[in-house]
Structures are given as structure tokens and as C-alpha cells.
């Protein structure tokens, strides 16, 4: 039987939960692997929460007009970092209360990496309140769980980027997903690797941004499956319909 507790929330992307990095999983002998003993690292950015940080507030409170106080009214959820409230602030150049796609590159970027417009837009799609009206704009409230989020992924990137390149290889690549619970097997991080690469999976490696892409494509993917691997054999049967309504999503052009 195939152990999913390690994954962490059995909900999936884009329908209802928002994405997180899972905390470290015990060590386990079943299926789709196990974690090592090591902690998981503490965010490395100023605006981050600690590991305790509280979960995302319900969904109205992401809203840009907030409580009926006329439109342009942010509201952010209770605690938010300051530094993450100007971040937001600095790219909502209309005072709408949301950002767009490009508004959102350019928040991310400035605060950790330059993210292509492929990864803005995946994440974009994980994290968006599938009940918003708007799903091609991220309020407040999601905005402030992608911060926080992201200050782990750079946390767990910066742990297995030993030589500070800026860069992780296939085997830095393998151990990190490792210690998000997913013991993805060498021939897919050959696949995952010269999907970034040029089609070349030999000396390639990753950047911050694609390593967010990846891992988010990789957990994604994972508990899309574990909706159909009802028995946790770590296999499952689908139809083609079936499979292509799970894997389209995550295609982002």
C-alpha cells in the first residue's frame, strides 16, 4: 500500500486549496518515495513567515474591495508581513486591489528571480481562487500564500545548491524533490531535467524558476493521481479522457 500522508492535504491544485511546500515527510518504504531525517530549512527571505506561519484566510478576504469600502480597498490577510504588502502595493499600479499575470512576473522577480512568463502563469493557476471571477487576476490573500510559499521552494533550493551555482544538477534535483516526499525515479529526472534543457538531459540543470516549475508540475501531477489511486497501490488505471482532463492543466504555454 502506498503511503500518501507524506504529500501532506489530499485536495489538488486549482480546485479549491491552495499549494504549499509540504513539510518533510517521516521515511517511509512504499510508494513514490521517502523523505531523509533532515529539517526542512527555514525560509531565507526577509518577508517570510516561520514553518508555523498561519494558513491562508477564506477566500473573501482576497478580494480587492474589501468589506464594502469602495474599490481599490486591499485587504490582506491578519499578519502579513509589511514587506509583502508593499511588494504587492509597488505592482497594483492601477489601485484595482488585484494583479495581473505581467504584474505579478514583475513582484516575484524583483523579490527572488527573474520567473519566465510560463512559470508566472502556472502558478498564477495554482494558486488562484478557483471561485474568483477573475481567474487571470490574484488578489491579496493568494498573493500573500505564493510569497510565502515560494520563500520555502528558495529555502529548499538554496539547501541543495552546494556549490552556490544558482543552479541545481540532476542529483541536486532528485534529493530536493526527495525532501518534499516525491522519490521521482532517475529516468523522469532525465525527462524533467532536458525539458529545460533543450532536450539535453546530460550536464543540464535548473534555475530557481524552473526548479519552482518542476516541483510544483511534480507535486501537482502527484495528487491528481492519488485521486484515482483510491487504494494507494501506487498504480491506477485511466481512461484517455481521464488522462488528458489531468495532465492538460498543468501545460502551460
Given at each position: 500500500?502506498?503511503?500518501?500522508?507524506?504529500?501532506?492535504?489530499?485536495?489538488?491544485?486549482?480546485?479549491?486549496?491552495?499549494?504549499s511546500a509540504p513539510p518533510a515527510p517521516?521515511?517511509?518504504?512504499?510508494?513514490?518515495?521517502?523523505?531523509?531525517?533532515?529539517?526542512?530549512?527555514?525560509?531565507?527571505?526577509?518577508?517570510?513567515?516561520?514553518?508555523?506561519?498561519?494558513?491562508?484566510?477564506?477566500?473573501?478576504?482576497?478580494?480587492?474591495?474589501?468589506?464594502?469600502?469602495?474599490?481599490?480597498?486591499?485587504?490582506?490577510?491578519?499578519?502579513?508581513?509589511?514587506?509583502?504588502?508593499r511588494a504587492f502595493r509597488a505592482v497594483d499600479r492601477d489601485g484595482s486591489g488585484?494583479?495581473?499575470?505581467?504584474?505579478?512576473?514583475?513582484?516575484?522577480?524583483?523579490?527572488?528571480?527573474?520567473?519566465?512568463?510560463?512559470?508566472?502563469?502556472?502558478?498564477?493557476?495554482?494558486?488562484?481562487?478557483?471561485?474568483?471571477?477573475?481567474?487571470?487576476?490574484?488578489?491579496?490573500?493568494?498573493?500573500?500564500?505564493?510569497?510565502?510559499?515560494?520563500?520555502?521552494?528558495?529555502?529548499?533550493?538554496?539547501?541543495?545548491?552546494?556549490?552556490?551555482?544558482?543552479?541545481?544538477?540532476?542529483?541536486?534535483?532528485?534529493?530536493?524533490?526527495?525532501?518534499?516526499?516525491?522519490?521521482?525515479?532517475?529516468?523522469?529526472?532525465?525527462?524533467?531535467?532536458?525539458?529545460?534543457?533543450?532536450?539535453?538531459?546530460?550536464?543540464?540543470?535548473?534555475?530557481?524558476?524552473?526548479?519552482?516549475?518542476?516541483?510544483?508540475?511534480?507535486?501537482?501531477?502527484?495528487?491528481?493521481?492519488?485521486?484515482?489511486?483510491?487504494?494507494?497501490?501506487?498504480?491506477?488505471?485511466?481512461?484517455?479522457?481521464?488522462?488528458?482532463?489531468?495532465?492538460?492543466?498543468?501545460?502551460?504555454?
Amino acid at each position: 500500500m502506498a503511503d500518501y500522508n507524506r504529500y501532506g492535504s489530499s485536495s489538488s491544485y486549482g480546485y479549491g486549496s491552495t499549494p504549499s511546500a509540504p513539510p518533510a515527510p517521516p521515511a517511509s518504504a512504499y510508494g513514490y518515495g521517502s523523505a531523509p531525517s533532515a529539517p526542512m530549512p527555514t525560509p531565507s527571505y526577509a518577508g517570510a513567515y516561520p514553518p508555523s506561519y498561519p494558513p491562508p484566510p477564506p477566500p473573501h478576504m482576497g478580494m480587492g474591495m474589501g468589506m464594502g469600502m469602495g474599490p481599490g480597498f486591499v485587504v490582506f490577510p491578519p499578519g502579513t508581513h509589511p514587506d509583502i504588502e508593499r511588494a504587492f502595493r509597488a505592482v497594483d499600479r492601477d489601485g484595482s486591489g488585484s494583479i495581473d499575470e505581467r504584474e505579478l512576473q514583475d513582484a516575484l522577480s524583483s523579490a527572488y528571480h527573474r520567473f519566465s512568463i510560463r512559470t508566472v502563469r502556472l502558478l498564477m493557476f495554482l494558486f488562484n481562487n478557483p471561485a474568483s471571477h477573475s481567474p487571470s487576476r490574484m488578489g491579496p490573500a493568494e498573493f500573500v500564500s505564493l510569497w510565502n510559499c515560494l520563500g520555502q521552494w528558495r529555502g529548499i533550493f538554496d539547501r541543495y545548491d552546494r556549490d552556490r551555482s544558482g543552479k541545481i544538477d540532476s542529483d541536486e534535483l532528485r534529493e530536493a524533490l526527495r525532501s518534499l516526499g516525491y522519490a521521482v525515479p532517475p529516468p523522469v529526472i532525465e525527462v524533467l531535467i532536458a525539458n529545460y534543457n533543450n532536450g539535453m538531459s546530460r550536464c543540464g540543470a535548473l534555475d530557481f524558476d524552473n526548479f519552482v516549475e518542476c516541483g510544483m508540475i511534480v507535486k501537482g501531477l502527484t495528487e491528481k493521481f492519488k485521486e484515482k489511486d483510491t487504494r494507494y497501490t501506487g498504480s491506477a488505471t485511466l481512461s484517455y479522457d481521464g488522462f488528458l482532463s489531468m495532465v492538460i492543466p498543468f501545460i502551460v504555454p
